[in-house]
């Protein structure tokens, strides 16, 4: 299959994700890396009544999401908000869905997991254990 080029990918992600009454604002990719950068995505969110503003860093390896407000959102809220979406496709066709989650976040996130019917399973905090968790199936 052909890779489609960094225009078809633009063209195809606003015709996917840009739905009628959502706010998009044309900006910069920011790097995360700096106090200002977040400052600078804040305000722009803000200032154009965008509904969101999301930033990756150099490698896209770590995601900043800011809400309309020019609030950031955690990491166990993202991971909840992502969650949930998968929680409910599976539990439809009746599966009980693990949740992995670094030890260091909210009780909230794993309860809420609990009561939508995803088994919530914490681990260290760490991509490696993440991911060794996971690879290994080791949900205990």
């Given at each position: 299959?052909?890779?489609?080029?960094?225009?078809?990918?633009?063209?195809?992600?606003?015709?996917?994700?840009?739905l009628?009454?959502?706010?998009?604002?044309r900006?910069?990719?920011?790097?995360?890396?700096?106090?200002?950068?977040?400052?600078?995505?804040?305000?722009?969110?803000?200032?154009?009544?965008?509904?969101?503003?999301?930033?990756?860093?150099?490698?896209?390896?770590?995601?900043?999401?800011?809400?309309?407000?020019?609030?950031?959102?955690?990491?166990?809220?993202?991971?909840?908000?992502?969650?949930?979406?998968?929680?409910?496709?599976?539990?439809?066709?009746?599966?009980?869905?693990?949740?992995?989650?670094?030890?260091?976040?909210?009780?909230?996130?794993?309860?809420?997991?609990?009561?939508?019917?995803?088994?919530?399973?914490?681990?260290?905090?760490g991509?490696?254990?993440?991911?060794?968790?996971?690879?290994?199936n080791?949900?205990?």
């Open positions: 299959r052909k890779m489609p080029t960094l225009m078809e990918e633009r063209k195809s992600f606003k015709e996917l994700y840009l009628p009454g959502v706010k998009a604002v900006a910069k990719l920011y790097y995360l890396s700096s106090l200002k950068t977040l400052k600078d995505i804040k305000n722009a969110v803000v200032a154009n009544g965008a509904d969101v503003g999301i930033a990756f860093d150099g490698d896209s390896d770590r995601i900043g999401v800011i809400d309309s407000k020019g609030n950031p959102l955690s990491g166990d809220k993202l991971l909840l908000i992502y969650a949930m979406d998968v929680i409910k496709d599976l539990v439809r066709r009746g599966e009980k869905p693990n949740i992995v989650s670094e030890v260091k976040c909210s009780q909230v996130l794993f309860d809420t997991i609990e009561s939508l019917g995803g088994i919530p399973v914490m681990c260290k905090t991509h490696g254990y993440i991911k060794s968790k996971i690879n290994n080791d949900f205990s």
